[in-house]
Every structure is written in structure tokens, then in C-alpha cells.
């Protein structure tokens, strides 16, 4: 037995809650871990409460991402005593996830820890900060460089937000961070943000086509925000778009694309590539300002993970949040 938080739907309904939980609910796998820590995404938000029909079995472990230490393997890539990162692959959706102190995965899906990182700065990091990485390397590989023009993040004060804003400010791009927190510019511009706005100017119904601003954009939100952040995109300029916390919808116009020759950039991070995977953490490693990281973290205990999810999909949380599973 172990402890975790379980999600279970029958006719009572659907619960999540901490609870001892059997080692026969843990799916199968080459390899098993022992968690230390986890974190809190906005996907994990939407599988704990239930808001959205991300869980599609049950029982079912919450969180998309861990850090921990390889208990057994008998996978060739890993040993008892790795430390080893996941994010991704269905985990915490179709696979027991990370928000118990035990998971058992498929050693493909891993990634050995750098070793610039502890395992509780993986999870600072986590999904939303490596989902993050692959925005800007999108945003590079395009062309786009630092003395360009300026870059758009929008939902400047969630967790994808928060680390893209640190690492493109590292990098040396200039930052313009949307959020509908404007109260809380001060944290955005200690992060490396140039400058702030109202996530209002993005987010009602615009224009095909607007005035050229940005040469590239970091978007987390989609709907209204994510066709206005193309209808504003400098000629061949780029958009990585990665979320949907404003919806699912895009209601924008071929304009941008055919008349200014943007591109789109769908950032996939659940089923991307090894290779992918690893360039991605090792340009973490490379470019992430630690003090920034750990402002952008506060930490919780596995109990608390349901009621800070309830904050977190109603926008009360500021960027990163770990918890902390293991002893």
C-alpha cells in the first residue's frame, strides 16, 4: 500500500481524494518509481475536479508529470537508484499518474533528471515549464531572434506564462506579458517582462486583421486571444500555441496567414518525441534562471492537491505550484 490521491466515478459520482492505495491499481510497466515529487498543471486541475473528461479510466492516480528515483527496472535504459523525470504520454489520464508516492510507467517514457536540477526543481518546472521550452524553440527555429521585435506570452501569470516569460527574457527577447492580473506586474516584470497588458485588449472578438506588433507569441489561452494574437503578428512572424484556457474555439480569419505569410505553431507536449524530450531539458538546464524558478514556486502537500486544483481552474494560482509526495 501507498498513498495517493485516487479518482474514482460511480454511482455516487466522481470523487478525488488522498487515500491508501493497493499496488494492484498501478497498470502495467518495465519500470517503477518511487515519486518525490509532483505538481499541479491545468490538466491536472480538470482531471481532479472533474470539470473536463480528461480521466478516461478508472480508478485512476492524478498528474501528468513526476520526478522520482527507480525502485526496479527491467527496462535496458534503466536501474534501481536513476532519477528520472516524466511528462506526458496519457500519464495521469489513461495511466496512473504522478500524485502517489509509487508509479509504474514504461521506461521509454523517461527522462534522465540533468543534473543541474534537483528533482523538486524538475517539478518546479514540470510540464508547464518544459511545454514552455518547446514554445521558444519553436519561436527559434523559426528565426525569430532576440533584437526581432517584441514576443507576446498571453496567461502571462500561469505556469507556462511564467516560465516562458523567464526563459525569453533570458535568452534576450523583449517580453510583452498579457494576463488578466494586471495587480500583479510587479511579479511579471521581476520575471523579465518588458512591459504588461490587459489580457481585455486580446480577448473580445476582433479584427482579421490588426496593426503589426509582435514577431512572435507564446499563447496558452486560444479562442478570441489566440485569433487576435495572429491577426497582430508582424509579416512572417510566429505563434506557438499550446493551451486552451480561454477555449477550444479559434475564431479568426485566414487574413494573417495568407496576407502577412504567419505561421501557427500547434506545441504538442504530451506525445512528442524522445529527442525532442531531451533537447528540450537540456536547454532547461542550459537557460533558466534558478532564482526566477523559485519565485515562480510555491510547494503544497499531496492532501492539499484537490483544493488548490479548485483554485487553480479558477485562476488564483500564480505560476508554478509542486507538491510534494514522497518523504
Avoid at 518511487?34 to 486541475?45: E, F, M, P, Q
Wanted: a neutral charge; charged letters at 20%; hydrophobic letters at 45%.
Amino acid at each position: 500500500m501507498f498513498q495517493g490521491i485516487l479518482i474514482t466515478k460511480d454511482d455516487a459520482g466522481y470523487r478525488a481524494g488522498l487515500q491508501a492505495i493497493d499496488e494492484a491499481v498501478l497498470p502495467e510497466g518495465d519500470v517503477t518509481v518511487r515519486v518525490a515529487w509532483s505538481t499541479l498543471n491545468y490538466k491536472d486541475g480538470l482531471a481532479i475536479t472533474g470539470r473536463s473528461p480528461v480521466v478516461r479510466r478508472f480508478p485512476m492516480i492524478p498528474g501528468i508529470d513526476f520526478a522520482g528515483t527507480v525502485e526496479s527496472s527491467s527496462h535496458p535504459a534503466w536501474k534501481a537508484g536513476d532519477q528520472v523525470v516524466l511528462n506526458g504520454w496519457g500519464v495521469g489520464e489513461v495511466h496512473c499518474g504522478g500524485l502517489a508516492e509509487v508509479a509504474r510507467v514504461k521506461g521509454d517514457w523517461l527522462v534522465r533528471l540533468p543534473a543541474a536540477f534537483t528533482t523538486r526543481q524538475a517539478m518546479a518546472i514540470g510540464t508547464a515549464g518544459y511545454t514552455a521550452m518547446l514554445c521558444v524553440l519553436a519561436l527559434e527555429k523559426h528565426g525569430i531572434k532576440p533584437g526581432d521585435g517584441e514576443i507576446l506570452v498571453t496567461g502571462a501569470n500561469g505556469g507556462v506564462g511564467s516560465v516562458a516569460i523567464a526563459l525569453l527574457a533570458q535568452l534576450g527577447y523583449t517580453v510583452v506579458a498579457s494576463t488578466g492580473r494586471v495587480a500583479e506586474s510587479d511579479y511579471l516584470t521581476r520575471l523579465g517582462a518588458a512591459s504588461v497588458i490587459d489580457r481585455k485588449d486580446l480577448s473580445e472578438p476582433g479584427k482579421p486583421l490588426g496593426k503589426e506588433r509582435w514577431a512572435g507569441v507564446v499563447d496558452t489561452v486560444g479562442s478570441h486571444t489566440l485569433a487576435n494574437a495572429c491577426a497582430t503578428t508582424r509579416y512572417r512572424g510566429a505563434v506557438a500555441a499550446c493551451g486552451l484556457a480561454g477555449g477550444m474555439d479559434f475564431p479568426a480569419t485566414v487574413a494573417p496567414f495568407i496576407l502577412r505569410g504567419i505561421t501557427l505553431y500547434g506545441i504538442d507536449s504530451v506525445m512528442a518525441p524522445q529527442a525532442v524530450r531531451v533537447e528540450a531539458w537540456e536547454r532547461l538546464a542550459r537557460d533558466l534562471d534558478g532564482a526566477k524558478l523559485e519565485t515562480i514556486t510555491s510547494e503544497i502537500a499531496l492532501a492539499d492537491a484537490p483544493a488548490v486544483a479548485d483554485k487553480l481552474l479558477a485562476g488564483q494560482v500564480r505560476g508554478r505550484v509542486v507538491v510534494k509526495v514522497g518523504g
